[in-house]
């Protein structure tokens, strides 16, 4: 029971972390320009806490993503078609693709910020990985597709179209509006795909 109390303040730091990171990157300049002691400050609490809690500003962002993703993580994993895996993988490449645009658009700032957390090159990052080795999968599950290096060069290929950098680009210097660059992206994965990839929608 003594333990409660510290555990709920935990929680509640972390909620207000969260929400405080959120906000920033949202108004930010730039990704750079949030510092630990930014959202700290935003946040209420003291910078020793976000170390302790998360190590450095990269463990942070890491944290805050794989928060963000969950919902699209579960989506993923047990939610019903076209994204869940019940779908057939023609539904389910473009679903997916199309999930991961939605993310990066409306949390662009926080994305890139994430893209920027590998030292050496943003393909390394877990999230890259795990979409990567999914789709991968599911196109391995395609008729004429089995080849495992071709169908690890096209989830590659497909997942360049949905890069936080590129995504920021459209939406922000060229202001390509969110559903322009879905469809865009939609008939993208269908020329990839043999033209017969479905609609998100």
Known sequence: MPERKPRQDAARNRAAVFAAADT?????????????????????????????????????????????????????EEGPPPLGPAAPPLQRVPALLDAV??????????????????ADSPYRTTHYERWHALLRDLLKQLPGRSD???????????LAATRADLVAYLAGE????????REQLAEFTAGILGGRASSPD
């Open 24 to 76: 920033l990157f949202t108004q930010c300049g730039s990704p750079e320009d949030v510092t630990m002691a930014d959202i700290a400050a935003a946040a209420g609490v003291g910078k020793g806490t976000l170390f302790r809690a998360f190590g450095d500003r990269t463990g942070l962002i890491r944290a805050l993503c794989e928060a963000r993703l969950e919902p699209l993580r579960n989506a993923v």
């Open 101 to 118: 645009l939605c993310f990066k658009f409306d949390n662009r700032h926080l994305a890139l910020a994430l893209e920027g957390t590998s």
């Open 174 to 181: 060229k202001g390509v509006p969110r559903e322009e660059l």
């Open 148 to 158: 495992i290096a071709s169908a690890d060069f096209t989830a590659h290929a497909l």
